[in-house]
């Protein structure tokens, strides 16, 4: 009410600058504000009361939205444009020819409209809800903005907790980040340390930033100096990403910043917030991507608990953030073991130094082969180059396939340009044989090498390139690495298309047979304590979940 232009008018009339009894006034003109507000709220109850909404909404995942929807845009070149994914045209959301189909979305739009939706089928429960729409309009609000949720509240997870539950506002102050303008190099390239999401992780400690601002691009933008220790979180696209400022830095206007009152502690506001950010998603404002704003974060509520409790939720997360961290540096040390192996072996080149006994230690403890002088200097010996071109490499592009073509009940496996995912499903077969190992490459989009094993059938799209070898002569697993290094060293991406003829001109070094046995199975080895240590890290995201549990709701 303070902040209204109603109430400034207010302490601005001669009426109230006069008048003794200036609270009265305040109270009155406070009174009227109010009664305006609720009057609106109970018009909008009345006529929302006994109306019900049917909610159609669409799958989240891109793959199921295609099937959702029946098409996709396609941009192939000489083939742009909608493409029906079926024939006959498929879809929940209608049957060509047949708009009275009970098993459709559109009947049951047809028959809300008329009043008669009695049930939903059970085919298109993950579709479509029914909700009362005095159930999708918030009047516990101060400010009625009479929107409509497509979340009802009675679809909503309920919170529940033994300490009482706050609003997100009342924990600390909050400031929104910005942009100095791109346009002026002046603004860029300075010292002041500038927050991206794509700078953090969750439940990072963030110490440092890819870019940094100048004191003349601060001066001139919404960006904030904020203090070291503030709970970030971000708002545009990827929703409730929190960490904490290890230094003093400005951030983007896709971050907020809040800095704790006394009442809490910055960690426990950290955990609590990427806890409850499920209430965020209900609040979701969707433009050309998710976002949400200032008030609906504000608007979150999460448990208050003594500072006690705080603190011992915040020592027991540690505890699981160390293991984490740990964890993830050991990843991130495996992922540059493979490199550092290769580039000790002189397989391929790469600008860092590693420290090669403690390479031949982890490599030795891991795989138990002792990669010392004496091997590198054998392996060296029996190192030859050559081009991909060379006809011990068989090399081939697969076949377009339309989406039409593609069956939900195929036993084939289609791979395209992200050769890492199955792009569908065929009964149809392009390659001869299955009697090899297969190397995939991406020819569009971002640089990726699949591997196929023997006897494994699949088909290759005009999008995915095809290598095969003479197993009893080359490992395959093996030239799907170096090609994998090759290929990033070459700068294939979406600009660089991997074309077959780009692929024929790079140049691999091969060692025996025997040599590259012994590396594929050390890499091999390496890449499953990788995924190993991922299962634990999404193991231990489970722990501080428990821990939140068993202290807020037990």
């Given amino acids: 009410f303070r902040q209204t232009s109603d109430y400034k008018k207010l302490k601005e009339s001669k009426i109230y600058k006069e008048s003794k009894d200036k609270q009265d006034l305040e109270d009155k003109a406070f009174l009227a504000y109010a009664q305006a507000i609720e009057k609106d709220k109970l018009l909008y109850f009345s006529l929302s009361l006994n109306q019900e909404v049917l909610i159609i909404k669409s799958p989240s995942d891109i793959k199921e939205q295609k099937k959702f929807l029946g098409y996709e845009w396609s941009n192939r070149k000489g083939d742009e444009g909608l493409k029906e994914l079926h024939e006959p045209y498929l879809s929940p959301l209608f049957e060509r020819g047949n708009p009275q189909n009970e098993t459709k979305l559109n009947t049951l739009i047809y028959k809300s409209f008329l009043n008669t939706l009695d049930v939903i089928p059970q085919e298109l429960q993950t579709y479509a809800t029914k909700a009362r729409l005095v159930d999708m309009i918030d009047f516990e609000k101060v400010e009625f903005n009479k929107a409509i949720s497509l979340n009802p509240k009675t679809q909503r997870e309920e919170i529940k907790s033994q300490y009482p539950l706050v609003k997100l506002k009342i924990c600390g102050d909050f400031f929104m980040g910005g942009t100095p303008s791109r346009k002026n190099i002046n603004y860029w390239n300075g010292d002041i340390k500038w927050l991206t999401i794509s700078d953090y992780s969750n439940h990072q400690v963030i110490m ?14 919404n960006a904030k100096m904020i203090q070291k220790g503030a709970v970030v979180v971000s708002i545009y696209a990827t929703i409730g990403r929190v960490g904490i400022l290890g ?18 502690i910055n960690k426990y506001l950290m955990y609590a917030i990427d806890y409850f950010k499920f209430q965020l998603y209900n609040e979701v404002i969707t433009t050309s991507q998710q976002n949400i704003n200032l008030g609906i974060l504000q608007n979150m509520v999460i448990p208050k608990p003594p500072l006690e409790i705080q603190k011992q939720i915040v020592a027991e997360c540690e505890k699981i953030e160390e293991q984490y961290n740990t964890l993830s540096l050991s990843i991130k040390e495996y992922q540059n ?32 082969i002792n990669l010392d002088s004496e091997f590198l200097s054998s392996f060296n010996k029996t190192i030859k180059e050559y081009a991909l071109s060379n006809p011990i490499f068989k090399l081939s592009i697969g076949k377009r396939v339309l989406n039409n073509e593609l069956l939900e009940n195929g036993q084939i496996p289609v791979y395209s340009a992200n050769v890492l995912e199955v792009f569908g499903f065929v009964n149809k077969e392009i390659l001869q044989d299955y009697d090899n190992d297969s190397v995939l490459w991406g020819i569009d989009g971002d640089w990726m090498v699949g591997f196929i094993p023997k006897n494994k059938k ?14 009893t002569k080359i490992n395959a697993k093996y030239i799907s690495f170096i090609l994998n290094e090759a290929g990033k060293k070459q700068g294939f991406s979406r600009k660089l298309r991997a074309s077959i003829d780009r692929i024929k001109a790079l140049r691999v070094k091969l060692p025996s047979l025997e040599f590259q046995d012994q590396i594929a199975d050390i890499i091999d080895k390496i890449e499953k304590k990788i995924n190993e240590y991922k299962i634990e890290l999404d193991r231990l995201e489970k722990e501080k979940e428990k821990i939140l549990q068993k202290y807020l709701f037990s």
């Fill in 458 to 471: 699949f088909y290759p799209t005009d999008h995915c390139g095809v290598l095969r070898v003479d197993d």
């Fill in 208 to 221: 440092d930033t890819k870019e940094k601002i100048t004191r003349e691009g601060f001066k001139n933008s």
């Fill in 337 to 368: 073991l493979i490199k550092a192996m290769l580039q000790k072996c002189g397989i391929i080149e790469d600008n860092q130094e590693y420290e090669l006994n403690s390479i031949l230690d982890k490599i030795n403890n891991l795989c138990k």
């Fill in 247 to 264: 230094e003093d830095m400005t951030t983007n206007q896709a971050i907020v910043a809040i800095i704790p009152n006394e009442e809490f």
